[in-house]
DNA sequence: ACAACCGGGACAACCCGTTGCT
DNA sequence: AGCAACGGGTTGTCCCGGTTGT
């Protein structure tokens, strides 16, 4: 890896970790600099603008997650197994320092809705992607008989999703992890409702 | 009502829309003297910073949601007819064109969790008055043997609001009303299940 | 004394105080509403703008020293006595807390000299009556051969003043009286050498 | 010398004349933007503050004028020849265009006495340098029987610095030097009387 | 080629003296 | 006499390039 990919690597990686805490507005090029070590003009070496920045720390984050999801559903093959995959990862995932700001979808989706239509657009891939996910191991569950016919894969991903973000936003609302725990269990009980047997 | 009061209410009102719209930080004065109708110094006659009035914007988009939840509620005497009111009502209330930017709860929370420790605060306590309301529907239907003993009262609140919440981003986020009404109906089977089967 | 007069007077008493404390430019329309208990409407009844007051304010300061000079110089005949007095009626003024924010025509002067025309004006005038009054002491002394005829009246009045003004700067910057006192000490010994007899 | 401490000295020197003019609070960053040729941000590079460099620009013109102090006194060793150098360079000093605004001694000690505790700290400790000069001048001429050895040395001091202080403020009130020049052939003759008559 | 420096200028929040209207 | 609005002024921060140095 050359010493510029490494560089830019290292500043994504900083910058990932205050934008997820500040917001995007929320942050300044100050800030950066003091999370990088470099100078403004090192970080506008490598990204054209604040922006540019945002986008590829946004990405960086949204992929580490991804990762995460990948390694996690390694192996499991039911659908119960592989949903309830997805919870542990979800809530295991904010343990990490990387999200301590809370998680990035529903961050970046909260702030830019309604004020920068790039970061929104990014969003909604990600969320895209995440949604499908889900659908999927759904429709695969269905198609097994393993899950209620009856579900819509697309509400048990609005549902699963909708719910861990939520509780996500009250535990980072009051700094403890009761909420995400309530949530968990929850979810985890509805997961078992998804499932054909009695 | 002086003309002082109806002025300061009425910065109150159009402030509080896009305070709720473009964020705390993202919202400057000259956005709200152009909401307003009114230049610097006419704003800055009514209150004494921007944090002042975001305060007083906060607490009115609070106490309007707190109105309508109390309206909501008048009558319903069942806590599964109470559940569900409130679940109606904060669907409905995302109608209203004051709340188009969201959930203030939400988007206040998200933005100030790691910035503003002052507007932190206030939704703390707001959040805390909806969590005990919810909270208190269920362990009086309890005490009325109309829903399951062993429910935890918190863990329902924790759970209706995580879900609505997360929904009304994901709404936002795609701009159409699909996961608020995929999470709107999984939160009515939800309630039902809360009940002792007849 | 018509009650439009003695809120007038009022105003101009408790104004010039913060004036001579705060300088005119450090000095706002809050500090006067604070110190005078009006409104900035009530204010502006009386006076045309903060300049018209500064005014005001600043021959209100000098008309009381006036004043004070008069009765200490009442009975006093010989030059001798007379110039005593004028040292003696400077250094006890600045116990009255009217001038604690120090001589008027020290401040004003060098706050004016180089952004206030017409404040500077005004200090002239007052600081040539001053002047005046002290040249003619010696003018008078050397005509009943009491005081050296080889003096420069204008030079001693210039030497006077300017050794109190400075040692009033010296004192307030310290926030004690030793130079003050010095200074005193001194001026009177000068005093005595100006005498004819040895 | 690097580019950026030179641009540094640029605005001090320039800021140094317009805020012994303008004063502190008379000063706008527009004044200093005008006077040294930098936009804010040029100047904001530079300095945290508009006090951060109202400070850099009174040790400037207090370090100027101790260099043009040491330099007088280089070679005069008689207390008296010491005494008369202090008083020339003093008034030669407002020959030069930097003091055109007086001195900024007085200037400051006048505009910050009950406003700025900053400022006022530093010219309290400039001040106590200049006394402590003279003072020190005095008690070595004691010691070489060149002095009187009744005198108190920080009497003098005080008297010389606010005689010519005072003369200071009364030339830069009418515009002319009349005052300084009366004031100077005063302490002449005054630092005489100080010598042990031959 | 890459990091740093340094200047720019728009914009931030906030305060000012002032004026009509009540 | 006071309330309420004004709009230009205040200091200070923002993100961003052009240039310089390594």
New binding site residues.
Partial sequence: M???AL??SHIIQQAAGVFNRLGY?G??????MAAT?????????????????AFAAFDYLFDWMQQRYSEALQGRLSARDRLIAVVETAYASHEDPLLQGGCPLLNTAIESDDTHAGLRQRVRVAMDRWRTMVAKIVRYGQKNDELLASLDPDEVATVLIATMEGSVMMSKLYGDRTHLIHARNHLLRYIDTLCETA
Same sequence: chains 1, 2, 3, 4.
């Fill in positions: 050359s010493k510029a560089t830019r507005a942050t300044s090029m100050a800030d950066l070590g470099l100078k403004k003009g090192g970080i506008y070496n490598h990204f054209a603008s604040k922006d540019d920045l």
